[in-house]
């Protein structure tokens, strides 16, 4: 398991000394930096031009074409989720754990089906 | 107790100020102290002075909220506490649906009242799920309380491992750390719990749920008037006795005309008369008479004649005429005998001695011939003495037979007395049996065979007479036992009239007293919710009159009168939004919540801000900013919405911030402003050492720009507040903006469109790196650091402070 996934389960269950309870937020971060690792590594094996683009929108809508429109669908949705839960928002408190739980287990799906996807042609 | 006094006196004040009679207020009165009092005076006992109220003993304690603690209850796993200031001020406390905020929220209200009213009226399933199935081993809840005495009282209600039924807890009270016996809450904590101090969106909506009636007596009790509901209550039941009496009586007076209508009796018919057509007006006297009397009606005298009949046999007349025909018989068999002879010699021997004593001697006036002188008189007078002695059986028959010629015809005398007059009121009802009679006696005559006659036609009349007075009697028995018995009742009612009409004045009296009293006390909570719900309406069109308690027993019901835009409307729910109709449960409940009799200092509000919109969150903010002045309130809510126009109108208000980790591991942390509260977490995962470098520069980073873009948000709003923007517009604009320069853009220039400026402008305030420090945040939490952690949140810190 990587660093980002271990340190967003701890957050997940235990306590940082010190920290003013916007855990959740931090574990957000995590988890969306673990999925656009996963992104790039994709990209990395398919398609390194458009690997190389700084905003991620792109990289996330063209999925749907290189990969398939259901990985698409998922690491898009995935990925707004956990913007929308690592944004301060007017009004919105932290998302839950039971959010983040079931973002986890979604991420992991998502990392396994970016990661044994086959690459297809560019 | 001393409540129960106050009231007590301000009654017989009011009444007495009302000129209501001393016999009706005495009533009023007695009813108040109870119903034995109430009998009492009924049976015209002296009504007793109550104790003189012991002066206004204390004005209760005043009970403020200092901490909740939990373990394994709803949402809460392993021990959570919420700590609060026990007195007056404001905590909000702010968390995700599913936090457990409400399981806090829900813990002090079931462990003071052993209910909540958001469990009462679901399915049992809901209420089942008390139990966190995160936890294992025994449960608790402990609420401790703080009286402005400085005593503490601690709630505690806690189940063993395994224990299964939310109502099976033992339940522990200790005051200032001395346990109390009976486990009870201390009396002002009290089992009517009129002051509920808690409000949760169901109370709120209730005003929109509950029937008239509901509402009412969810508002009533607050006045503190139930010793009068109860005082009126009690005259009730008194006069429904009475109401009661006298509706049976017209029934029963229904029932015993037709019953009597049925029956071919004179006496039913006389009845019927008496009883006339109203139960009130019936001849009472009469049909008292009429029910117990064979004596009574049209055929009374017939009656009587047939009861004389069967009382007074017939004079032995039969006899009589038989030993007068004997004495006949004797005298005419001494008729021609010796002694017959002798008795008339003697009679003329008396008369010839008669002659001599008047005359003197002189010649015998028979014979002529002899001569009456001394010499024959001695000789006539030893043979008159003689005849005498030899004729006295003819003088004792002739006498016999006088005396029994005259006995016989004063019989036949007394038979006519007793019969005729029988025959005359008989022969309505036996005209056969009579008119036999008739001719018997007509024909009667001093000898036996006329008797005889007589006699067995006066038997006839004599059975059929008595066997007709017992078919009277049989067939009044039971119509008589009901008239009389309706009497009875009629009486009773009758005499019982005054204290029916008394105990209808009585009533009367108090309602009007009641009325005025409901309505001075209740204006106080009225012109809070008013004043509440001006603050609340804001832009809402919706207006509220005088608010009132209306109406009386089942057509009680709190009177709203609104007006939308100015014109009067009839329903006030009708007209209104889901938010207003919740702004309103609250301007409603609040003063209910917050009035001066109750013990309760604190309030808790769960969730009130709901479906409102973001100005009448303002409202709100306003309104707990006032009520906390003199009250402790703790409001659940669960998003930022409220805390941020706290933040944002300077209201002063301690926030906390309430996440649930897996396993319902609950934390409550004090929420900062948010962008402090970022900073601090920034610098807490910096210094934590077991955490990989990696993920530590990615959170630092997060943690710093949500701190960035907190603060260029809540300036960006607190500017456009100030300038009248609307809160739509502003809330579209921050949606608008994604990234963390955009915000800042924001929030520096209040225009999206100069983010082209907004490098130059971060230069030149002086923060250090400033502009090398937003660009390092946009980058570094999608994994790109290129800046020291500790730089990072130091540089950010600065920027903040300048940007606030």
Not at chain 2, 274 to 292: D, F, N
Not at chain 2, 316 to 322: E, I
Not at chain 2, 766 to 780: I, L
Not at chain 2, 784 to 795: E, F, H, I, P, R
């Amino acid at each position: 398991m990587s660093e980002c996934l271990e340190t967003a389960d701890r957050l997940l269950t235990s306590v940082i000394r010190g920290a003013r309870g916007a855990w959740p937020r931090a574990c957000a971060w995590l988890l969306r930096y673990e999925l656009e690792a996963a992104m790039d590594r994709y990209w990395q094996r398919v398609c390194p031009e458009i690997g190389q683009a700084r905003a991620q929108r792109p990289k996330l809508l063209l999925l749907t074409h290189y990969a398939s429109p259901e990985i698409g669908h998922r690491t898009g949705y995935l990925w707004w989720a956990l913007s929308r839960a690592g944004h301060h928002h007017c009004y919105e408190l932290g998302v839950t754990a039971a959010e983040l739980t079931r973002l986890r287990a979604e991420l992991t799906d998502v990392v396994a089906l970016l990661d044994s996807r086959e690459v297809s042609s560019c | 107790m001393s409540d129960t006094m106050t009231l007590y006196q301000e009654l017989a004040d009011r009444l007495r100020t009302a000129n209501v009679a001393e016999s009706v207020t005495t009533l009023v009165l007695a009813a108040f102290q109870g119903d034995n009092t109430l009998a009492a005076v009924l049976r015209g006992e002296l009504l007793p002075t109550l104790p003189a109220a012991a002066a206004a003993t204390d004005d209760g304690p005043q009970v403020f909220l200092e901490s909740v603690e939990a373990t394994g209850f709803r949402g809460i796993g392993p021990r959570t506490a919420l700590r609060l200031q026990p007195g007056p001020g404001l905590t909000v406390v702010a968390g995700r649906n599913g936090s457990a905020k409400s399981s806090l929220a829900e813990s002090i209200e079931y462990a003071l009242t052993e209910d909540s009213p958001r469990w009462a009226q679901r399915p049992a399933t809901f209420r089942d799920g008390w139990r966190n199935l995160h936890h294992v081993g025994d449960r608790e809840i402990a609420v401790r309380l703080r009286l402005g005495t400085g005593q503490s009282v601690t709630v505690r209600r806690s189940w063993a491992a395994g224990v299964t039924d939310l109502a099976a807890a033992t339940v522990s009270v200790a005051q200032s750390g001395v346990t109390l016996p009976t486990g009870n809450l201390p009396a002002w904590a009290g089992p009517e719990d009129r002051h509920r101090p808690f409000l949760s969106a169901r109370d709120l909506e209730r005003v929109v749920t509950a029937k008239p009636a509901e509402l009412y007596d969810a508002i009533a009790p607050i006045l503190g008037l139930a010793p009068l509901t109860a005082a009126d209550a009690r005259l009730q039941a008194r006069r429904k006795e009475h109401d009661d009496r006298v509706t049976a009586l017209k029934a029963a007076f229904n029932e015993l005309h037709s019953r009597l209508g049925t029956l071919d009796d004179p006496r039913a018919e006389e009845a019927t008369r008496l009883l006339g057509r109203q139960a009130g007006r019936a001849k009472l006297p009469e049909l008292a008479e009429l029910a117990g009397g064979a004596d009574a009606g049209v055929d009374a005298e017939a009656a009587s004649a047939a009861r004389r009949l069967a009382e007074h046999g017939l004079p032995d007349l039969g006899g009589t005429v038989d030993e007068l025909a004997e004495a006949e018989a004797a005298l005419r068999k001494l008729a021609g005998t010796e002694a017959a002879i002798a008795y008339r010699m003697a009679d003329l021997l008396w008369g010839a001695l008669e002659v001599h004593r008047d005359l003197g001697d002189q010649a015998c006036p028979v014979c002529q011939v002899g001569v009456l002188d001394t010499g024959w008189r001695e000789g006539a007078e030893e043979e008159l003495a003689r005849l005498r002695t030899a004729t006295e059986a003819v003088r004792t028959a002739k006498g016999r037979h006088e005396t029994q010629l005259k006995r016989a015809e004063g019989q036949l005398e007394d038979v006519r007395k007793i019969i005729e007059p029988a025959l005359g009121a008989l022969s309505a009802q036996l005209p056969q049996q009579c008119a036999a009679v008739e001719v018997a006696l007509a024909s009667l005559t001093l000898d036996e065979a006329s008797w005889d006659a007589f006699v067995t036609a006066h038997a006839g009349l004599h059975a059929a007479a008595a066997e007709w007075l017992a078919r009277r009697h049989d067939a009044w028995q039971e119509p008589g036992a009901a008239l009389r018995r309706w009497v009875e009742d009629a009486t009773v009612v009758q005499a019982r009239a005054d204290e029916l009409a008394l105990l209808t004045t009585a009533r009367r009296e108090l309602g009007t007293v009641m009325d005025r009293m409901r309505a001075d006390r209740f204006r106080v909570a009225a012109e809070q919710s008013e004043h509440i719900w001006q603050l609340l309406r804001q832009e809402s069109n919706v207006g509220v009159g005088e608010i009132k308690l209306g109406g009386t027993n089942t057509r009680r019901r709190v009177e709203i009168p609104v007006s939308v835009d100015g014109s009067d409307e009839t329903s006030a729910l009708a007209v209104m939004s889901q938010g207003e109709l919740h702004a309103f449960g609250l301007a409603l409940f609040l003063p209910r919540a917050c009035s001066e009799a109750s013990p309760y200092r604190f309030v808790v509000i769960d969730d009130p801000v709901q479906s409102m919109d973001p100005s009448k969150v303002d409202g709100l903010a306003e309104v707990l900013r006032e009520v906390a002045l003199t009250r402790q309130v703790v409001v659940f809510t669960h998003d930022d919405r409220l805390p941020e126009a706290i933040r944002r109108l300077g209201v002063e208000a301690d926030i906390r911030e309430v996440t649930r980790r897996e396993g319902s591991i609950v934390e409550v942390r004090k929420n900062l402003w948010p962008a402090r509260r970022y900073l601090e977490d920034a610098r807490a995962v910096a210094v934590a050492g077991d955490i990989p470098d990696h993920s530590k520069r990615l959170m630092v980073a997060g943690f710093c720009r949500s701190a960035m873009e907190a603060t260029a948000m809540d300036r960006y709003r607190a500017e456009q507040y100030a300038a009248g923007t609307p809160q739509h517009e502003i809330d579209a604009a921050l949606n608008a903006a994604h990234s963390v320069q955009d915000r800042l853009t924001l929030g520096v220039f209040g225009d999206p469109g100069r983010r082209g400026q907004l490098y130059g402008y971060l230069n030149r305030l002086g923060v250090p790196r400033a502009v090398d420090t937003v660009q390092a945040v946009a980058k570094a939490v999608h994994g790109q650091c290129d800046m020291a952690t500790a730089d990072m949140v130091a540089s950010t810190e600065a920027l903040v402070r300048r940007l606030r």
